[in-house]
């Protein structure tokens, strides 16, 4: 199976070798490093280099988070980063003075940003404050404590208006009272009053709501000050455009800090295994996973760093789980995009990506089926695969979707359908009369092919573990009921003799889990009603097979929606504009359903895996 054998590597070495030793089976890139587990021997610790990589590790991405917005590259998202080879990595170390200097001047400038920012909003927070007093026409150093008297500028609210009418009453012999203007039903005033009547006369104003305006250090009258403030802030966006000028020539040097994250990352990783050391004054211990066709590699590797080492492999242990290495073949090794958006075969199972992959592609390629559309998928993600070079989960799902969209070919061609364009020759048109019905047989069909599948493969795991009565009586009994009462199914709708023989082996089926499905249990009553219980899951089964109709609803969807936009932009052509917004509505419209059924074929056909 695709599932690789591995064994388990000790390897014990002299305490100097410990940094070659890690730097060549990293670079080998062929052990999975464990945590060691001998018996009274403490692990290792951190080196101290460790944090001091991590604190240049965050400087450099904080460096390149801050120069981001500034970045004017017309870089894809998609666009791989530029590739380095081994003796530039290493020699990274050489760079890091310059790295440095780049960091302090995107360091240093956005400092200088930041404080820029600042004084412009405190100079904005100050013409906001002072606006409302533009028409106070003497110094504001005037406005405060007098020798006689006392003053105040202040803001009364809309719903206070009518109560300060009144507190002006009542104090006009011993209080001026000027307003300055409006803002909406909000005044401006000035009051000037005597010394007895301060504290009383504010807090009457302050209760109605009244905002004192805050003037202290503020020398000028109010138009000279937000006149200076706003010229300060022309020169300061002056200022902060010279800074983003700065910016973007910082940016173009990125590449030098996304080589050094590249590289901190690697050490960071390789001095991170220290942990996982088994450690004494004189030697270490070293545990991971090899993969058994590479043993050699790794033994060349490890004697080549420490001649003097001592390294040894062994098969898993009963009570080991190893980590899981698949190897498929390229037209299968994609598919291992959708079983991993799941979850990796565990190491004592069994890879599914072979048995996964053929049922993917047909199921996909009926769900979208159009010709046209596969045809589109097929050599768009080629186009992309060769121009953008992705990588990762996004290359192997690309792929999976270029390798489907000759599936996707085949159904249209079977459907008869071609962008929806009427009398094409088809083998079965689901759009018209009996076709619809033979689809969705069709399409049944392939779900009970699926779910056969998988208890084939339910069989073969129970061989494995040798359990052999268990595949028996637990998997091939429901191959009989579901295959039998198939058979049984067809023979009684078309009058044929075989539907008995498919009665048969649905007894037989159920029989055998009738008798054995309560084995485990202690008593005849339990084991009789376990096996009852058993038989309900028929319901079970007979519902997944039915929700293999959603194949069939998605093929068809794919179909009446093309024609939808085929009709409406049909309906606008007859003049020369007329054909011109038919063909973009056409356009439109066909890239639109090619992007939504393509998506939805995608989940549902992982779905159904």
């Known amino acids: 199976m695709a599932i690789l054998p591995l ?23 062929k052990v999975e490093v464990i945590s060691c587990n001998v018996p009274d021997l403490p692990l290792a610790c951190a080196p101290e280099s460790l944090s001091r990589l991590e ?59 930041s404080a820029s920012k600042a004084q412009r909003q405190r100079l904005r927070n100050r013409i906001a404050m002072l606006e409302p007093y533009a028409h106070f026409d003497a110094p504001l150093e005037s406005v405060g404590s007098g020798r006689y008297t006392q003053s105040l500028l202040g803001v009364i609210p809309a719903e206070g208006i ?31 009053m005597m010394h007895s009547v301060h504290e009383q006369l504010v807090g009457e104003l302050k209760s109605i709501g009244m905002t004192e305006a805050y003037i202290k250090e503020l020398t000028g009258t109010p138009r000279d000050i937000i006149a200076d403030a706003q010229n300060e802030i022309e020169r300061l966006e002056a200022h902060e455009n010279e800074l983003i000028e700065t910016a973007k020539e910082l940016a173009a040097q990125k590449t030098v800090l996304q080589a050094l994250e590249d590289y901190l990352l690697n ?127 996004f290359r192997m799902v690309t792929q999976v979707i270029m390798i489907c969209g000759i ?15 009427p009398d094409i020759p088809a083998v079965i048109n689901s759009l018209e009369g009996d076709g619809a019905m033979a689809t969705l047989a069709i399409c049944l069909g392939i779900g009970i092919l699926h779910i056969l599948a998988g208890i084939c493969v339910g069989i073969y795991m129970d061989i494995k573990r040798g359990q052999f009565w268990a595949a028996i009586f637990d998997r091939f009994s429901w191959i009989l009921v579901i295959v039998g009462g198939i058979i049984m199914l067809i023979g009684t709708l078309t009058g044929q003799p075989f539907g008995q023989v498919g009665s048969y082996m649905a007894i037989a089926g159920a029989l055998i889990l009738l008798f054995t499905q309560g084995r485990s249990k202690k008593g005849i009553i339990r084991k009789a009603t376990s096996g009852l219980a058993s038989l309900y899951n028929v319901t079970g089964y007979v519902s997944d097979i039915l929700s293999y109709a959603r194949i069939f609803g998605m093929g068809l969807s794919t179909g009446v929606i093309s024609m939808v936009f085929n009709t409406i932009a049909g309906l606008m052509m007859g003049t020369w504009y007329g054909y011109i917004f038919g063909i973009i509505v056409m356009t439109v419209g066909h890239v639109f359903n090619i992007i939504i059924n393509t998506l939805g074929a995608f989940v549902h056909s992982a779905r159904l895996q």
């Open 267 to 393: 050490e960071i990783a390789r001095e991170k295994c220290f942990e996982r050391l088994g450690d004494t004054s004189m030697a270490f211990v070293l545990e991971g996973w090899v993969i058994v066709d590479d043993k050699e590699k790794v033994t060349a590797a490890v004697l080549e760093a420490a001649p003097e080492a001592y390294i040894a492999f062994r098969p898993p242990a009963d009570d080991e789980t190893p980590p899981t290495a698949t190897k498929n073949p390229k037209l299968i090794k994609p598919f291992e995009a959708i079983t991993n958006m799941y979850s990796y075969p565990n190491y004592n199972g069994v890879d599914p990506n072979k048995i996964m992959a053929v049922f993917y592609f047909i199921i996909f390629g009926a769900m979208v089926g159009d010709a046209a559309y596969g045809a589109i998928l097929t050599i768009g993600a080629y186009i992309l695969l060769r121009l953008k070079k992705p990588t990762g989960m």
């Open 7 to 29: 064994e388990k590597m000790t390897l014990i070495a002299h305490a100097d070798s410990k940094q070659r030793l890690l730097k060549a089976l990293q670079q080998l890139g």
């Open 407 to 421: 599936s996707t070919i085949f159904w249209g061609l079977f459907y008869g359908s071609v962008f929806s364009i």
């Open 55 to 113: 604190e240049r590790l965050s400087a450099v991405r904080e460096a390149l988070e801050i120069i981001r917005p500034y970045d004017d590259s017309k870089q894809s998202f998609l666009a791989p980063k530029p590739p380095m080879t081994r003796e530039q990595l290493e020699n990274m170390p050489e760079r890091f003075a310059e790295a440095d200097e780049l960091i302090g001047k995107i360091q240093r400038f956005s400092a200088d940003m």
């Open 162 to 192: 009518d109560a300060y009418n009144e507190i002006r009453e009542k104090y006009a012999d011993s209080a001026y009272f000027e307003e300055l203007g409006s803002s909406g039903k909000a005044k401006s005033i000035f009051v000037v």
